[in-house]
């Protein structure tokens, strides 16, 4: 059974369809604001932010922390997964 990530959250589902009918509490436009978004790189041990390098073993754990560099300005988003 593959397992969908998104890629806002972490958020696990079985189905691409079940991850992107549920709202998402870290959506970039504000929590719950829009739905989960699939992530669409490969299962990892370890995810880096593709913004600044940071890392960490789930994407769960990696967007919850504000981004130094992120585009719209030091610690304004969170670390996105690099796929
Ligand atoms: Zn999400
Ligand atoms: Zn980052």
Redesign the pocket.
């Given at each position: 059974m593959p397992n969908f990530f998104c890629e806002y959250c972490g958020h696990k589902a079985t189905s691409i369809s079940s991850l992107t009918s549920g709202s998402c509490p870290r959506h970039p436009n504000g929590p719950n604001r829009g739905k989960h978004k699939l992530y669409e790189g490969s299962e990892k041990s370890k995810y880096a932010?593709?913004?600044?390098?940071?890392s960490n073993s789930t994407i769960r754990d990696?967007t919850s922390?504000s981004?130094?560099?992120?585009p719209d300005g030091s610690n304004k988003g969170?670390?996105?997964p690099m796929l």
């Amino acid at each position: 059974m593959p397992n969908f990530f998104c890629e806002y959250c972490g958020h696990k589902a079985t189905s691409i369809s079940s991850l992107t009918s549920g709202s998402c509490p870290r959506h970039p436009n504000g929590p719950n604001r829009g739905k989960h978004k699939l992530y669409e790189g490969s299962e990892k041990s370890k995810y880096a932010c593709k913004y600044c390098g940071h890392s960490n073993s789930t994407i769960r754990d990696l967007t919850s922390g504000s981004c130094p560099r992120h585009p719209d300005g030091s610690n304004k988003g969170k670390h996105a997964p690099m796929l």
